[in-house]
Antibody, heavy 122, light 106 residues
Framework: QLQLQESGPGLVKPSETLSLTCTVS??????????WGWIRQPPGKGLEWIGSIYYIGGTYYNPSLKSRVTVSVDTSKNQFSLKLSSVTAADTAVYYC??????????????WGQGTLVTVSS | SYELTQAPSVSVSPGQTATITCSGDKLGNKYAWWYQQKPGQSPVLVI????KRPSGIPERISGSNSGNTATLTISGTQAMDEADYYC?????????FGGGTKLTVL
């Protein structure tokens, strides 16, 4: 059974960089069939896609966050990571990592991590 | 940027039919995906490609998409269906989510 687990600091200071890692177990991140992505959800609000990456490094980012986001992959550790720079209180959210599977040329989020709350505060 | 609009809340009596809509410009020309999220849990895909159900999703959950509106229909609504529902579409390689609809089963 595939599992994804987010890890990283739960508290980040304003203007600093938020860094999270997603560890994939029960499957290989190097499979050609999948993308891997990050989604966030501010407390009491809806879902926002942040970005996605292919195992050889191709990336797609939400245009509204693109200038501050970097998603990378480490196939040797079966992990992928998120960096979000210059954070403000508006970046406080539960951050989910997820696998994207392909169907008919489109992708959907089929496995999700449990999510990790990151609070931006001094 | 592309936007998807959902009503914030929908209420339904047990056993009745719940209808949740998602509106976006020419949404019918794209595929709509629907995710269910229960409190404290991660989202779960319930409809893909407008109307297909993943394995394990009951037949009483169905979807359609035409014009500017995608619709999620839950027939014979049960207490276990109480959750937030999010529509999602792709626009120029960008995943866009609707704001979510809270389904309350009264």
């Amino acid at each position: 059974q595939l599992q994804l687990q987010e890890s990283g600091p739960g508290l980040v200071k304003p203007s600093e960089t938020l860094s999270l890692t997603c560890t994939v177990s029960g499957g290989s991140i190097s499979s050609s069939s999948y993308y891997w992505g990050w989604i966030r959800q501010p407390p009491g609000k809806g879902l926002e896609w942040i970005g996605s990456i292919y195992y050889i490094g191709g990336t797609y980012y939400n245009p509204s966050l693109k200038s501050r986001v970097t998603v990378s992959v480490d196939t040797s550790k079966n992990q992928f990571s998120l960096k979000l720079s210059s954070v403000t209180a508006a970046d406080t959210a539960v951050y989910y990592c997820a696998r994207l599977s392909e169907t008919s040329g489109w992708y959907y989020f089929d496995y999700w991590g449990q999510g990790t709350l990151v609070t931006v505060s001094s | 940027s592309y936007e998807l609009t959902q009503a914030p809340s929908v209420s339904v009596s047990p056993g009745q039919t719940a209808t949740i809509t998602c509106s976006g410009d020419k949404l019918g020309n794209k595929y709509a995906w629907w995710y269910q999220q229960k409190p404290g849990q991660s989202p779960v895909l319930v409809i893909y490609e407008d109307s297909k159900r993943p394995s394990g999703i009951p037949e009483r959950i169905s979807g359609s998409n035409s014009g500017n509106t995608a619709t999620l229909t839950i027939s014979g609504t049960q207490a276990m269906d109480e959750a937030d529902y999010y529509c999602q579409a792709w626009d120029s390689s960008t995943a866009v989510f609707g704001g979510g609809t809270k389904l309350t089963v009264l």
